[in-house]
């Protein structure tokens, strides 16, 4: 059985995230067997070195499709909570998806050092991330710890998991970029990434020409650069914000993947409904750089058709703090 990690990875130089994607064998309801097998390595074996920590587990809640699991106790009614299930909504309204029944489940360990010791002891081939997807037949988990980054994290992460739970396939590219456009909150999706969008139109105005059917060849992460995501939450941001027709071109395709193991390039549907699809992309691109106008002052969050900004001063990530007690007792989620 093929699994796939999908991960996120904060490089020191950059302001938007990028994501490594790993494939492994031998993981059962969450728990690595030692017989796991990762792409490019023989051996997951136990780092004999480090302290052997279990998963998150003594505390949990669970919030419709959520299910989260820690060794701290966080309320049903926490901010967390409640963005991941107003996220979910958004996720399956926006894209009109059909809702899944299958769990997603969110490890959350207390602090950034016993992830650490956990994905060494466990996995310790696997490079340092803040944050990992799991995705097989028996599970769908999001392993991460709590910091100032776990709002956008999980963000990401679970929006990883609500497709993979509808959805039969995900073409890379169009998997990374609806997580890209999920996981900023705000009042409404659509939140405008200012570094991606000032970064994109600096390259086109040097020359460069976007290219759907470019990303759709990326099938490994570690083919990606960090403007492959940001072209493809540009294109998945155009797709949902742009024209009507285009927009359910995507979602059709969207629901089409229940279904297809091996579908047909988006890019074809796209040049059916509008040939001129990568000018008009390039045009809207260009007209989301709204930033750093003569006042000085930014634009961030500036929806192109006039939506409420997000304000990220309110971020529950950053207002809430989790408790410092911490007892480890494994509790193995089963379907």
């Known amino acids: 059985m093929r699994e796939k990690f999908l991960s996120r990875q904060r490089q020191p130089e950059l302001t938007t995230t990028r994501r490594n994607f790993l494939r492994a064998w031998g993981v059962v309801g969450g728990v690595s067997l030692a017989t796991s097998m990762l792409t490019g390595c023989r051996s997951t074996s136990r780092n004999a070195d480090l302290p052997v920590v279990s998963l998150p587990g003594r505390h949990s809640v669970q919030a419709d499709q959520l299910v989260l699991l820690s060794d701290f106790r966080i309320d049903y009614n926490h901010a967390v909570i409640a963005d991941l299930k107003q996220l979910r909504g958004d996720v399956l309204r926006e894209l009109e998806l059909k809702p899944s029944e299958q769990p997603v489940v969110v490890y959350l360990f207390e602090n950034e050092q016993l992830y650490y010791d956990y994905l060494k002891s ?53 998997d990374e970029g609806i997580a890209e456009y999920f996981e900023e909150a705000g009042d409404k999706p659509g939140t405008v990434k200012r570094k991606a969008v000032e970064r994109l139109s600096l ?90 106008g003569p006042d000085g002052r930014s634009a961030a969050g500036r929806h192109p058709r006039g939506s409420q900004t997000a304000d990220k001063s309110g971020s529950t990530a950053n207002a809430a703090k989790p408790p410092t007690r911490s007892v480890l007792d494994v509790l193995r989620f089963k379907r």
């Open 122 to 174: 466990t996995w310790p081939m696997l490079p340092y991330r803040r944050a990992y997807f799991f995705g097989n037949s028996y599970e769908l988990a999001v392993y991460t710890s709590w910091g100032d980054k776990v709002q956008e994290d999980l963000r990401h992460e679970f929006t990883h998991g609500i497709l993979h739970s509808t959805l039969r396939t995900v073409p890379l590219w169009l």
């Open 203 to 292: 390259a086109l105005s040097n020359g460069w020409k976007p290219s759907m059917t470019r990303l759709e060849g990326l099938t490994e992460v570690a083919d990606m650069g960090q403007s492959d995501y940001e072209e493809s939450w540009a294109w998945i941001h155009f797709m949902l914000h742009g024209d009507p027709a285009v927009r359910q071109v995507l979602v059709n395709y969207l629901t089409d993947l229940r279904t297809i193991i091996n579908p047909e390039p988006l890019s074809n549907r796209l040049d059916e409904t509008m040939l001129t699809a990568t000018d008009r992309f390039s045009s809207y691109v260009a007209s989301l750089n709204t930033f750093g």
